[in-house]
C-alpha cells in the first residue's frame, strides 16, 4: 500500500509518500510544490491552480492508496488563516477526486503517533521520520511535515486494520 501525506500551505505545499508493507513503512518519495506570492484575487486563483494542478500530478505519478491531511489551525492574522484554508481545501480535493480516502490529523496528533510526545519540536519530528524512513532525504522542511503525516495515517490504517481483525475473531 501506498500512502500520500500533504503538509497544506499556499507557497508552500509538502507532499510525502511512503509504501506500508504490514509494519514495515518505506519511503518512496518527497517533495514541496511552490507558489509565488502575489497580492490579487486573480494572484490567489492562479496559486490555488497551480498547487492543485502539481498535486493531481504528484497523485498521478506515484498512485497512491490513501492520503492524509494536516488540519490546519487558527493563528493570529484571520486573512491568513482564510488562505491557508483555501490551500487545505485544494490538499482534500485532489486525492478525493483521485478516489482516495482522505484522513485528516491535527498537530498534535501526528507529533505524538510520530514521535510520541504531542508538543515535539521540528527537529525531534525530522529526526523520528528519518529512524522510520531509512535514508531519506527531505526536499524541505514541509516535505518532512508530509512525511509524517503519511506516517501517521499508516500507523492509524494499521491500528484501524488489527482492531477489525481482531472483532472477527471475536476479540475485543
Known sequence: MRVLGIDPGLRNMGWGVISVDGSRMG????????????????????????LFAGLCAVIAEHRPDA?????????????????????????????AQAGLAVGEYAPNAVKKTVVGVGHAGKEQVQHMVRVQLPGV???????????????CHARHLQGRSLREAGSRRGVA
Open 27 to 50: 519511503h518512496v518519495a518527497n517533495g514541496v510544490i511552490r507558489s509565488s506570492a502575489g497580492g490579487g484575487l486573480q494572484d490567489l486563483a492562479a496559486r490555488l491552480s497551480h
Open 137 to 151: 532525504v527531505f526536499d524541505g522542511p514541509d516535505a518532512a511535515d508530509a512525511l509524517a503525516i503519511a506516517i
Open 67 to 95: 492520503a492524509a491531511v494536516e488540519q490546519t489551525f487558527v493563528n493570529k492574522d484571520a486573512a491568513g488563516t482564510l488562505k491557508l484554508g483555501q490551500a487545505r481545501g485544494i490538499a482534500l480535493l485532489a486525492p
